[in-house]
């Protein structure tokens, strides 16, 4: 079935550490988007992808990396000058039409934790 | 300014009872789309239904109507008949449609949370 992958479900990250969420689309999507999700706030936009080997930054990019090499992969990397990265992690994908716009899907979230 | 507003934390409703979520949007683009998303405690998110700037009908999708009023930006939630399963956190969200194309960003509103009782 067509969708979106995201992995692990749940990680664990000692202080200090890099980690990489992944996210993998089988929908051929152009569009992915990674976004961040604190208990009883709304998504806030991290860093989005219109094209392969290109990307922009969201909102609260800083701290964050990401890479496009693939279509259907957009994996996101923590790195350790994010401050407070304990957090609910969502990936997503939209086509791109020109003059019709659709509803972007979702992955199933990676809750990071740092211990 | 913020892109989306939900001035809603929480709702409550009771079972097969019609609730209301309120959602207002800001933009200057003349096009733009309009979207509804449901999450369960699961954390995945549901599309429910959208609505266009240069739609004339409010969308439908079977119990969900949006009641999109243009002139005052906003596009309301509407589900009939509540049930037990629609409990969740509600978010609204709009994109720009940035030069006739969908390369314009999502913005969603900090979300509704809505609890349905027997």
């Known amino acids: 079935d067509g969708g979106i992958t995201q992995s692990p479900k749940y990680l664990f990250r000692k202080e200090g550490q890099n980690v990489t969420l992944s996210c993998e689309q089988n929908l051929n999507h152009d569009a992915m988007y990674w976004y961040r999700q604190d208990p009883g706030q709304g998504l806030r936009l991290i860093y989005y992808s219109q094209i392969v080997n290109d990307f922009q930054k969201g909102d609260i990019a800083e701290g964050y990396s990401v890479s496009r090499e693939k279509k259907e992969s957009f994996p996101l990397t923590v790195t350790s000058a994010q401050k407070n990265p304990t957090a609910f992690y969502l990936c997503?994908?939209?086509?791109?039409?020109?003059?019709?716009?659709?509803?972007?899907?979702f992955g199933q979230g990676t809750r990071l934790t740092v211990v | 300014a913020q892109k989306i507003t939900q001035t809603q934390p929480g709702m409550f409703v009771q079972e097969k009872e019609a609730v209301t979520l309120d959602c207002t949007y800001d933009?200057?683009?003349?096009?733009?789309?309009l979207f509804w998303y449901k999450q369960p405690s699961s954390g995945e998110m549901i599309f429910l239904i959208y609505?266009?700037?240069?739609?004339?009908q409010n969308a439908t999708e079977g119990r969900y109507s949006l009641n999109f009023q243009k002139a005052r930006k906003s596009a309301n939630l509407v589900i009939s008949a509540s049930q037990l399963g629609d409990s969740a956190m509600y978010f609204c969200?709009?994109?720009?449609?940035?030069?006739?194309?969908?390369?314009?960003?999502?913005?969603f509103g900090r979300g509704t949370q809505l609890t349905v009782w027997p």
């Open positions: 997503a994908s939209s086509i791109l039409r020109t003059g019709v716009n659709t509803e972007a899907f």
């Open positions: 933009t200057s683009d003349p096009s733009y789309g």
């Open positions: 969200a709009m994109r720009e449609t940035f030069r006739g194309s969908t390369l314009g960003r999502l913005y």
């Open positions: 609505q266009g700037s240069y739609d004339q």
